[in-house]
Structures are given as structure tokens and as C-alpha cells.
């Protein structure tokens, strides 16, 4: 008896320092492409001439921004089909398009607020995925909800396009924060259980955390973003 309970003691050892691994990687990959979004993103803001060759063709804006959600397509749907390596290079790479059309907020912004926004995202970001981590509360069902408003949310930006309604404007940028502040306890919390379940640190646990990086990294970053049609100081 004794012996079957030091064998459960050290099964659950071994499982919290799996997990405790698989969180550590999490949130090094998300600290990792967030440096490098922000590293290409000043960089190109730098450059006038870059800047303006990029963002002055409506065609290659578009195709940056489709480049993107193709490479999260591929990320998501395909992860158990990639390589680790090729998923980090993907992701890697998603990183440094995603700071080349973020350059544009340098051009509307003030580097000061963007620098605040960024401060406050990081410490407000910080405490819903602690709250997310540790919290004894099932999130799912709120994450549910909070997914079918984000779809909602797009819709509505995507008509303000061409509405060009400033109340319209404002309502999405409250309810954007709101969504991604849930999304982001939510996705802790699942990224969380994944790894407590990973009985092992392999190829497929680290593509799992890979993709878990991943999702943290688009919560972080809408969620700056939102803040920052607040918060943010116009040029």
C-alpha cells in the first residue's frame, strides 16, 4: 500500500513538472514573437521610405494581412502535420508579418502611449492569465459566449468600414476589450489543463504549447489594441 502511494506521489511529481514545462515554453515562445513583432514593427517605423512603399499599394496591405491568417490557418489546422521546427519557423514568421502591418500604429500614434498601452496590456494581460491559471472556476462556458461575440465583434468592424460610425467606433472598441480580456483568462485556463494532461515533454507536447504561444500571443495583441484607441495619443 505504502509502495502504491509513493508511486501516485512521484506520478504526480513527474506530471506538475511536465506541466510546469510545457507553461514555462508557453509563455517564452509568447514573450518571443512579441519581441519580434515589436523589434520589425519599430524598425519599419523607422524607415520613412520602407513604411511608405509598404502601406502606399492597397494591394500589398491586403495581401500581408490575408498572409496572415493563412499562416494561422496553417498553424491551427495543420500543427499535427507539421514538424516542431517548421511550426516555429511559421510562427516565427507570422510574428514579423504581423510587426510589419502593426508598423502603422507608429504613423497614428505616439511612440509615449504606445509605449503606456503596451504597459498596461502587459500587466492587465498578466493578471486574467494568472486568475485563468489558477481560478477552480470551469471558464468554458463563458469562453463559449465570449467566442460568438468575437464573431459578432468582426462583423460589426467589418461594416464600420463603410459606415464610418464614430459611436459604432467606440462600442466595439469596449466590447473588443472586454471579449479578449475574457478570451485571455479563458485561454490560460485551457492552455493550462492541456499541459496538467501532457504526460510527457515530446514533439507533439511542445507543438501543443506552440499553438497554446500562439493563442495567448493574438489575445495580447488585439487586446493592445483595443487599449490603445483608448489610451492611445494621436500623432
Not at 101 to 116: N, W
Request: charged share 10%; hydrophobic share 55%.
Amino acid at each position: 500500500m505504502e509502495n502504491y502511494q509513493n508511486e501516485i506521489s512521484a506520478q504526480r511529481t513527474l506530471d506538475r513538472s511536465v506541466a510546469s514545462t510545457l507553461m514555462r515554453s508557453v509563455y517564452y515562445w509568447m514573450a518571443g514573437a512579441l519581441a519580434i513583432t515589436g523589434l520589425t514593427a519599430m524598425l519599419v517605423a523607422n524607415n520613412p521610405a520602407l513604411l511608405n512603399f509598404l502601406f502606399s499599394s492597397p494591394t500589398l496591405v491586403w495581401g500581408l494581412l490575408i498572409g496572415e491568417i493563412v499562416l494561422v490557418l496553417i498553424l491551427s489546422a495543420a500543427i499535427n502535420r507539421l514538424s516542431f521546427s517548421t511550426a516555429t519557423l511559421l510562427f516565427i514568421l507570422y510574428s514579423v508579418v504581423n510587426g510589419v502591418t502593426l508598423s502603422s500604429i507608429f504613423v497614428v500614434y505616439t511612440q509615449g502611449s504606445i509605449a503606456s498601452t503596451f504597459f498596461i496590456t502587459a500587466g492587465m494581460f498578466g493578471g486574467l492569465a494568472l486568475y485563468g491559471s489558477v481560478t477552480k472556476k470551469d471558464l468554458s462556458g463563458m469562453g463559449r459566449f465570449l467566442f460568438m461575440t468575437l464573431i459578432g465583434l468582426i462583423i460589426a468592424s467589418i461594416v464600420n468600414i463603410f459606415m464610418h460610425s464614430e459611436m459604432l467606433y467606440w462600442i466595439t472598441t469596449f466590447v473588443g476589450v472586454l471579449v479578449f480580456a475574457g478570451l485571455t483568462a479563458w485561454d490560460a485556463q485551457k492552455i493550462q489543463q492541456m499541459a496538467l494532461m501532457a504526460d510527457d515533454v515530446n514533439e507533439s507536447t511542445q507543438k501543443m504549447a506552440l499553438l497554446g504561444a500562439l493563442t495567448l500571443y493574438l489575445d495580447f495583441i488585439n487586446l493592445f489594441l483595443y487599449l490603445l484607441r483608448i489610451f492611445g495619443k494621436r500623432n
